[in-house]
């Protein structure tokens, strides 16, 4: 079990898998929850947008959402199972070819990486086409210092094709996320609902520096006390621990996206 700050228990603890298809189920449940997260915050737009997790015996394939179906909609049993090379194994929809392009590259780069997602999120496309990373002036925001990458040469292309999958698979690096210029934001992590959790909270903090940035100047946070901040609220459990509560609400709310039909 989890201890609280105050030391007492709390009732969440990551799930343990006895069997790969104990694992598999469960990383499948987090994907379909997940993506009613993302539409609970809005960050569905059209067809834009997947989040992807690594199968845990097939793991050059990975789980992904069908295209195009709506975020508010899917179930795991809607979930796709795609390979490398782009072929549907597992579903009866078509895969989007963004999400093949980019995350085969990102789930082959980094063999530490279980989830990426990417949408097309308002406040994250926006801070993007400033083509910088994000600045330290919120404890949110430290999350994120000196562990998100920026790519600036997409130029607002689709990514439909290996070149660009690449060079976004350049810009994340061995960082928690990216900021991809006129595209938006990527996470990763080594669950899915940390990856989620990062995508929110840099959603959130690419919101506070554009609203500060217009009222004034934003004071920054020392580097030094950043990199603090970071060491207590941007590791991989803490983001896990994060996305908790909205998953749990999700859940509670939203049962049909358990549904393994």
Same mark, same amino acid.
């Given at each position: #079990?989890? $201890?609280?700050?105050?030391?007492?228990?709390?009732?969440?603890?990551?799930?343990?898998?006895?069997?790969?298809?104990?694992?598999?189920? /469960?990383?499948? &449940?987090?994907?379909?929850? !997940?993506?009613? *997260?993302?539409?609970? /915050?809005?960050?569905?737009?059209?067809? !834009?947008?997947?989040?992807? %997790?690594?199968?845990?015996?097939?793991?050059?394939?990975?789980? =992904?959402?069908?295209?195009? #179906?709506?975020?508010?909609? =899917?179930?795991?049993?809607?979930? &796709?199972?795609?390979?490398?090379?782009?072929? *549907?194994?597992?579903?009866?929809?078509?895969?989007?070819?963004?999400?093949? #392009?980019?995350?085969?590259?990102?789930?082959?780069?980094?063999?530490?990486?279980?989830?990426?997602?990417?949408?097309?999120? #308002?406040?994250?496309?926006?801070?993007? +086409?400033?083509?910088?990373?994000?600045?330290?002036?919120?404890?949110?925001?430290?999350?994120?210092?000196?562990?998100?990458? =920026?790519?600036?040469?997409?130029?607002?292309?689709?990514?439909?094709?290996?070149?660009?999958?690449?060079?976004?698979?350049?810009?994340?690096?061995?960082?928690?996320?990216?900021?991809?210029?006129?595209?938006?934001?990527?996470?990763? @992590?080594? +669950? =899915?609902? $940390? !990856?989620?959790?990062?995508?929110?909270?840099?959603?959130?903090?690419? &919101?506070?520096?554009?609203? !500060? +940035? %217009?009222?004034? *100047?934003? $004071?920054?946070?020392?580097?030094?006390?950043?990199?603090?901040?970071?060491?207590? %609220?941007?590791?991989?459990?803490? @983001?896990? /621990?994060?996305? &908790?509560?909205?998953?749990?609400?999700?859940?509670?709310?939203?049962?049909?996206?358990?549904?393994?039909?």
């Amino acid at each position: #079990m989890i $201890e609280s700050s105050t030391g007492a228990r709390t009732p969440h603890e990551p799930f343990v898998a006895r069997t790969p298809a104990e694992e598999r189920l /469960y990383r499948k &449940q987090r994907l379909a929850v !997940a993506f009613r *997260v993302f539409a609970h /915050y809005g960050f569905d737009e059209g067809a !834009a947008g997947y989040i992807t %997790v690594r199968d845990p015996e097939r793991t050059d394939c990975f789980w =992904v959402n069908p295209f195009p #179906m709506s975020f508010r909609l =899917v179930r795991v049993r809607d979930l &796709q199972l795609v390979d490398s090379d782009g072929n *549907v194994l597992v579903g009866d929809w078509p895969v989007s070819r963004s999400a093949l #392009m980019i995350h085969s590259q990102v789930h082959a780069a980094r063999s530490d990486v279980l989830c990426v997602a990417h949408a097309h999120s #308002m406040y994250g496309k926006t801070f993007a +086409s400033l083509h910088r990373p994000l600045r330290p002036i919120t404890q949110d925001a430290c999350i994120f210092f000196e562990d998100h990458g =920026v790519g600036t040469d997409e130029a607002g292309r689709v990514a439909n094709n290996e070149e660009v999958g690449k060079r976004i698979t350049e810009a994340i690096g061995d960082n928690k996320a990216a900021l991809v210029g006129n595209h938006g934001i990527f996470t990763v @992590g080594q +669950s =899915v609902d $940390e !990856a989620a959790f990062w995508f929110i909270s840099m959603e959130h903090s690419c &919101q506070a520096e554009l609203t !500060a +940035s %217009v009222a004034g *100047v934003p $004071e920054l946070i020392p580097p030094e006390t950043a990199r603090i901040i970071r060491g207590h %609220v941007g590791f991989p459990l803490a @983001g896990w /621990y994060s996305a &908790q509560p909205i998953f749990d609400y999700i859940i509670a709310t939203q049962p049909d996206c358990l549904d393994e039909g």
